[in-house]
């Protein structure tokens, strides 16, 4: 699991991968925080939280 940093707040996003892949998922309770201070919907967060993650590694933080 990685936090990543938003305008908005963090967001946890849980990481998958295998054979050289990745896929993030951000977490829904921390989008549903983000949607409800901002007005933004929850594809809208989805898809924001998806792009930071992609755009900015050096924001991610690992957690064990």
Do not use: F
Not at 17 to 22: D, K
Not at 26 to 51: F, H, N, T, W
């Amino acid at each position: 699991k990685e936090m990543i940093r938003t305008e908005y707040g963090e967001v946890g996003m849980k990481i998958c991968g295998r054979n050289g892949w990745e896929r993030a998922y951000p977490e829904y309770e921390d989008l549903k925080v983000i949607c409800r201070a901002s007005g933004m919907s929850y594809p809208e967060a989805y898809q924001m939280a998806l792009e930071c993650w992609k755009k900015n590694p050096e924001t991610a933080s690992a957690i064990l």
